[in-house]
């Protein structure tokens, strides 16, 4: 089965967002697909150090090329990514097409990949929203009349494809405030290659940590009346919780942060580009911690989304527990040993009692998780059922 996966990772050239959707890549290949990984976002690209965007994407894409080698079979040699200026690296014109003309499937994670015509002819174009809310707001906008033009643009993309997926679990319920707009939403997970995150116990371990960017979006998503927010909106209720908590929390940290009030707080901020300027030094971070405690994004937590973190996701491959703010998730995840979902600081602080009274124990259901719910092959396997693809 020939396979096309897009993504973002010459784009964001971080290790957090590599992990992300290479393991889509290695996933597929380990169900035994052929794939090819193409990125295409009309957009420049990220230089990390700059904390700017540039046209010159020559060191982006050598960042890719090095992240294939390191983590894939056959992709290593097999992707194209196109600049600015519309030319392809990688990967010919005449090769992308041919393949992308004889592909059983086309998935575009995250929406990032403009389909051209010469990407188009696969027998499912799947579209996969990684970002519920934002996507909704597009949705809702072009809906009810008041689209910008870049949002038409992104509505016209969705809509060009012939399934659709979504991290927004919980999508549909009587809970949920977010609108299927006329989609038939699937649900699916992030997909992690077990293989890749072995579990490290380091019971000497002693910060409870995560990796995240403070405030994102210069305008909020939008739905209806009511306008939603980046992590900050969420971080800020929990930001006396180290002067509670037993245990010592630290935080990763990118983007225009209020650091010097967070510490005196009692947070411990490390810079969030030195924590995942590689896929290497990002899984380090992870697997040096005890736990992981973290917030979600506003949009995702108001509306009841049912997200998953990916990176939730690889501390528990790792045997990492993991405290995550509720986003409706637990309707479809165990929660209790391993994982804990907590709205309020005195349900985190009950997690964290519960995991130092039997680490162990807590690391191994953490683990076990994450072999049950975010294997990529039973995710992708499922994916690719969906499509109508087995």
């Known amino acids: 089965m020939k ?30 697909c052929d794939v090819l990984y193409l990125e295409d976002t009309g957009q420049w690209f990220y230089d990390p150090r700059a904390a700017t965007f540039t046209p010159d994407g020559s060191r982006n894409i050598r960042y890719l090329a ?33 393949f992308c003309g004889r592909a059983d499937l086309f998935l575009n994670v995250s929406g990032a990949c403009w389909l051209r ?42 809509r060009s494809h012939t399934h659709f997926f979504s991290f927004a679990e919980n999508l549909g319920a009587s809970d949920c405030s977010l609108p299927s707009c006329g989609f038939e939403w699937k649900r699916t997970r992030q997909p992690i290659c077990l293989e890749q995150w072995p579990v490290v116990y380091a019971p000497a371990a002693r910060w409870y940590t995560t990796v995240m960017s403070w405030k994102i979006d210069v305008n909020p998503p939008r739905i209806g009346t009511s306008a939603y927010g980046d992590k900050n909106v969420e971080f800020q209720k929990f930001v006396d919780l180290p002067r509670r908590a037993p245990v010592r929390l630290g935080v990763a940290l990118s983007g225009q942060a209020p650091r010097e009030e967070l510490e005196a707080h009692g947070w411990r901020i490390r810079d969030g580009y030195r924590c995942s300027r590689t896929m290497g030094v990002y899984q380090r971070f992870i697997q040096c911690s005890r736990a992981e405690w973290s917030v979600a994004k506003n949009a995702y937590v108001a509306t009841r989304s049912g997200w998953f973190a990916t990176r939730s996701a690889s501390y528990l491959a790792s045997g990492k527990p993991v405290v995550l703010q ?9 929660v209790g040993e391993g994982l804990f979902a ?31 719910f975010f294997s990529a092959e039973r995710v992708l396997r499922q994916l690719l059922q969906d499509c109508g693809l087995t």
């Open 3 to 32: 396979v096309v996966v897009t993504g973002l990772v010459a784009t964001y050239p971080l290790g957090g967002v590599a992990w992300d959707y290479l393991a889509y890549v290695r996933g597929f290949e380990a169900l035994g």
């Open 66 to 98: 090095t992240a294939l080698r390191q983590r894939s079979k056959r992709c290593a040699k097999q992707w194209a990514v196109r600049g600015v200026d519309g030319s392809l690296h990688g990967w010919s014109e005449e090769k992308v097409t041919a």
């Open 117 to 158: 015509e010469s990407y188009r002819g696969a027998r499912c174009t799947a579209y996969l929203d990684s970002d519920p809310g934002y996507t909704h707001a597009k949705l809702w906008a072009a809906e009810n009349g008041g689209a910008t033009p870049d949002e038409l643009f992104s509505v016209e993309l969705i």
């Open 326 to 334: 509720d986003t409706g998730f637990s309707r479809f995840l165990p």
């Open 342 to 372: 907590f709205q309020t600081a005195d349900e985190a602080l009950a997690a964290f009692d519960s995991i130092e009274s039997a680490y162990r124990k807590h690391c191994e259901a953490a683990r076990a998780v994450a072999e049950q």
